[in-house]
């Protein structure tokens, strides 16, 4: 089982922490608002704690479960504290009218954060397309995007003590297209599908 951080209290953090407890694994969450971090520390049980805002994190994989915004400043705010650690950004950045991504260059949230992590701390792209809706009661698809296989491999082993399914999509230049698919979801649920309640996934054909 893994040790993980959250850094984040809102919906995103509530559902990947409850997956994380039920899944025997150990979960820490921080918070700017130490209330709210000990409320859903308190929330999720299960020997979940909280943590102290820019301490070093307790767990060797780190989720930054914030608006995409947030994400790049929290990383550079946590500077050395993030050494040796697995950084998981799961945001997606979306412009003002979610028909396109908020940055114009094709690069993503994690590849930013992965400029100003620390040298020995790995940036992972994962949990982008999944509806909060969908984490909570489904088992979708879970897409990695990172450029050390020793780091997604445990990212990897942590999405499979949830219960989901892991799918590499390559180096972390590729954080920008699943960032794309979160724009794919957004729009089939405004149209094709017409709701909420979905992921995208991969079925498998063979013979």
Same mark, same amino acid.
């Given at each position: 089982?893994?040790?993980?951080?959250?850094?984040?209290?809102?919906?995103?953090?509530?559902?990947?922490?409850?997956? +994380?407890?039920?899944?025997?694994?150990?979960?820490?969450?921080?918070?700017?608002?130490?209330?709210? @971090?000990?409320?859903? %520390?308190?929330?999720?049980?299960?020997?979940?704690?909280?943590?102290?805002?820019?301490?070093?994190? %307790?767990?060797?994989?780190?989720?930054?479960?914030?608006? *995409?915004?947030?994400?790049? #400043?929290?990383? @550079?705010? *946590?500077?050395?504290?993030? %050494?040796? =650690?697995?950084?998981?950004?799961?945001?997606? #950045?979306?412009? /003002?009218?979610?028909?396109?991504? @908020?940055?114009?260059?094709?690069?993503?949230?994690?590849?930013? +954060?992965? =400029?100003?992590?620390?040298?020995?701390?790995?940036?992972?792209?994962?949990?982008?397309?999944?509806?909060?809706?969908?984490?909570?009661?489904?088992?979708?698809?879970?897409?990695? /995007?990172?450029?050390?296989?020793?780091?997604?491999?445990?990212?990897? %082993?942590?999405?499979?003590?949830?219960?989901?399914?892991?799918?590499?999509?390559?180096?972390?230049?590729?954080?920008?297209?699943?960032?794309?698919?979160?724009?794919?979801?957004?729009?089939?649920?405004?149209?094709?599908?017409?709701?909420?309640?979905? @992921?995208?996934?991969?079925?498998?054909?063979?013979?």
């Amino acid at each position: 089982m893994s040790s993980i951080t959250l850094i984040g209290t809102g919906n995103m953090a509530r559902a990947i922490g409850t997956l +994380a407890v039920a899944g025997g694994n150990t979960v820490e969450v921080v918070g700017r608002d130490q209330s709210k @971090a000990d409320a859903l %520390a308190g929330a999720l049980g299960n020997g979940a704690t909280a943590g102290k805002w820019g301490a070093v994190p %307790a767990g060797d994989i780190v989720i930054t479960a914030l608006l *995409y915004a947030g994400v790049v #400043p929290v990383v @550079a705010e *946590y500077g050395d504290a993030l %050494a040796g =650690k697995v950084i998981v950004d799961i945001s997606n #950045p979306f412009n /003002a009218t979610f028909d396109g991504l @908020a940055h114009s260059e094709q690069t993503s949230i994690a590849q930013e +954060a992965a =400029k100003v992590a620390p040298a020995d701390a790995s940036v992972v792209k994962a949990f982008n397309t999944i509806f909060r809706n969908v984490l909570e009661k489904g088992r979708p698809n879970v897409f990695l /995007a990172g450029d050390d296989p020793r780091a997604k491999a445990r990212v990897a %082993a942590f999405v499979e003590s949830l219960g989901l399914r892991p799918l590499d999509v390559g180096d972390l230049k590729m954080a920008h297209w699943l960032e794309g698919m979160g724009l794919i979801t957004m729009g089939l649920a405004g149209n094709g599908v017409g709701h909420w309640d979905f @992921a995208l996934g991969v079925n498998e054909f063979t013979g």
